[in-house]
């Protein structure tokens, strides 16, 4: 069982930046690669980044556009995500997401999901 809390959302002004995390519970981080995924009111919930175990492959969405950074601290249990030059477009609830299969640029593998912390981008 793992439980993840995300951290770090809040209202931030366009070109603004946030950093969010995701600390994980258990002692099994490591095992599982991690996703970000975002939910806008209306719209389906979508990829934004995905890590693997290691860290070391990484894929994002083609929105992010280079503006988005993913890394993970597995002493720390911890996932991030840098979000950078936000845009109003932005705005969703952004959840992560532990997958044991490995990195996944869909829902439907991810094993377990946080709560989701909440971002606003003003413009």
């Known amino acids: 069982q793992v439980q993840l809390v995300e951290s770090g959302g809040g209202l931030v002004q366009a070109g603004g930046s946030l950093r969010l995390s995701c600390a994980a519970s258990?002692?099994?981080?490591?095992?599982?690669?991690m996703g970000w995924f975002r939910q806008a009111p209306g719209k389906e919930r979508e990829f934004v980044a995905t890590?693997?175990?290691?860290?070391?492959?990484?894929n994002y969405a083609d929105f992010v556009k280079g503006r988005f950074t993913i890394s993970r601290d597995n002493a720390k249990n911890t996932v991030y995500l840098q979000m950078n030059n936000l845009e109003p477009e932005d705005t969703a609830v952004y959840f992560c997401?532990?997958?044991?299969?490995?990195?996944?640029?869909?829902?439907?593998?991810?094993?377990?999901w946080g709560q989701g912390t909440q971002v606003t981008v003003s413009s």
């Open positions: 997401a532990a997958c044991a299969a490995g990195r996944s640029v869909v829902a439907a593998p991810y094993d377990y």
């Open positions: 890590i693997s175990r290691g860290g070391s492959n990484i």
């Open positions: 258990g002692r099994t981080f490591s095992s599982y690669a």
